[in-house]
């Protein structure tokens, strides 16, 4: 039966985001255990959740059969004291894309800009268009965030302007000084989203903390989330910080009850957990070294990465993806994001970094101009 039903026609131009494929997706498809399939494609933490998280989570299973906390109390006091903020300065999402959502609902109409980079998380431009106002995409520099030109794209029509730092799915870095000037230089009809998914991989991140303290950049929000570094990612949660009205706002908007009762004790556990972070870190810093070693020694070109992932050009990115993917190794193709040459690699393990590699060491030998499209450059620095 034909449908009768008239849907709102921005969603006829609306594209769909497309994730990285579950574990159990391709194991039915390539006929084999989920076990014997590496999944590197979601920039998940490969040694999965804390410890502490994974019992609090469990705990919380006899209490199912009642609402959780709408106001997720005790998490926010963690978060509060961890950050040395303030309750109202927080606000709690289904994931971090729940919170793009809420902005939207906050701020895009039709009529409405929204600046991002050229390439910049998929999410940003679809919720943009979703809300009917306009993407303006400002072209990259060195594959990373043009500060100064996004800032000269705005105009009186701007209401947000996005900034993933650690940016996906490039890896790249603004530099501290450029981020600063920024925060400062960004009118004040303009919201500035700092996206800090990645932000607890550095070793010296541009804290902007204080900006939210000193009530001096209420048009400033941070996202941060603990699908990352926490390894709490099936939870989906995430959280921004900024000025007591904007959050306020942005409250309103909130759903009922929108962060279930074992998201919120596995996240206040998982805060607790210092030494899976340490590991995490870990982890993360020696898998990092090993893909960027070998893709030296292979001669392909690759962008030093600030998070837990790494951007590697392989000539057809598409036929490398499908090439590991029928060896039972995920990982994303970048065509969707404008660079059909290259693929994103997450961090796993280290057996899983190996293995990876491996696979990909023996397609790049038989690829037919592969190497050549690499173009024998070992490293980008944008």
């Given amino acids: 039966m034909p449908l009768k039903l008239e849907l709102n026609r921005v969603l006829e131009s609306l594209p769909v985001y497309q994730p990285g494929r579950p574990l159990d997706e391709v194991a039915r498809e390539l006929g084999v255990p989920t076990k014997d399939v590496i999944k590197l494609a979601s920039n998940e933490n490969p040694l999965g959740p804390s ?12 209490q199912l059969h009642l609402y959780p906390d709408g106001n997720a109390f005790h998490l926010k006091r963690a978060l509060s004291a961890k950050l040395t903020l303030e309750p109202r300065n927080l606000i709690l999402g289904n994931g971090s894309n729940e919170l793009i959502e809420f902005i939207g609902h906050a701020l895009m109409c039709p009529g409405a800009e929204v600046v991002v980079s050229e390439y910049c998380f998929a999410i940003y431009p679809i919720v943009a268009r979703l809300f009917g106002a306009t993407p303006v995409t400002v072209p990259a520099k060195g594959l990373g965030h043009d500060l100064t030109a996004m800032l000269e794209a705005v105009t009186p029509a701007t209401r947000v302007l996005f900034v993933a730092n650690p940016n996906n799915p490039t890896g790249t870095l603004a530099s501290r000084d450029d981020v600063l000037r ?11 989203v700092m996206d800090e998914a990645y932000v607890e991989f550095l070793d010296e991140p541009v804290d902007l903390l204080p900006h939210i303290r000193d009530g001096k950049h209420p048009n400033l929000l941070l996202m941060r989330t603990f699908s990352k570094i926490y390894g709490l990612a ?16 942005l409250e309103k908007i909130r759903q009922p009850f929108n962060i279930n009762s074992i998201a919120q004790a596995g996240a206040l556990a998982a805060l607790q957990d210092e030494e899976h972070l340490q590991n995490t870190r870990k982890n993360n810093a020696d ?17 030093p990465s600030s998070a837990n992932f790494v951007l590697v050009r392989v000539g057809d990115g598409s036929a490398v993806f499908k090439g590991l993917q029928q060896r039972g190794i995920i990982t994303r193709p970048m065509g969707g994001y404008g660079l059909p040459d290259w693929i994103r690699i997450s961090v796993g393990t280290e057996r899983e970094n190996k293995a990876c590699l491996k696979v990909l060491k023996e397609i790049v030998s038989v690829g037919s101009g592969l190497e050549a499209s690499a173009g024998g450059v070992a490293a980008r620095n944008p």
């Fill in 182 to 192: 920024l925060v400062d230089a960004v009118p004040p009809h303009v919201l500035l």
């Fill in 234 to 249: 099936g939870l989906r949660l995430g959280y921004g910080i900024g000025a007591p009205e904007v959050i306020a706002g």
């Fill in 287 to 303: 898998g990092l070294r090993f893909f960027e070693e070998t893709f030296r020694s292979l001669g392909l070109e690759f962008v």
């Fill in 51 to 62: 410890p502490r998280a994974a019992e609090a989570m469990r705990e919380a299973i006899a």
